[in-house]
Nanobody, 125 residues
Framework: QVQLAESGGGLVQAGGSLRLSCEAS????????MGWFRQVPGKEREFVAA?????????YYTDSVKGRFVISRDVAKNTAYLQMIALRPEDTAVYYC?????????????????WGQGTQVTVSS
């Protein structure tokens, strides 16, 4: 069973940037569709971005991060990334990565498994 570990979170001022990493412990990472979600206390986990497994595969973003966040992957390193720029206080959340394992809807949380432990991103105003 694949295990995922997120890193790269931290405290940043509004307008700043961070790059989150999601490293997979094993498995055929090149075959995984990957996604990033985020959650704030008291709210449901929210889709952020996803990337299909194959080279040149589609990428998906929630509207609020389009133009600011970029999802990518490095197969050789078994790692997916979320590059975030122009951060806003409303981006503050715990960010999770997961493997998309079922269905064709990349925005739908139940279609994901093997969640990481999350990494905290805090954006100060």
């Amino acid at each position: 069973q694949v295990q995922l570990a997120e890193s790269g979170g931290g405290l940043v001022q509004a307008g700043g940037s961070l790059r989150l990493s999601c490293e997979a412990s094993e498995g055929t990472f090149s075959g995984y569709d990957m996604g990033w979600f985020r959650q704030v206390p008291g709210k449901e986990r929210e889709f952020v971005a996803a990337i299909e497994s194959w080279s040149g595969g589609s990428r998906y973003y929630t509207d609020s991060v389009k133009g600011r966040f970029v999802i990518s992957r490095d197969v050789a390193k078994n790692t997916a990334y979320l590059q975030m720029i122009a951060l806003r206080p409303e981006d503050t959340a715990v960010y999770y990565c997961a493997v998309h394992t079922r269905g064709n809807n990349y925005y739908y949380e139940p279609n994901y498994e093997y969640w990481g432990q999350g990494t905290q991103v805090t954006v100060s105003s």
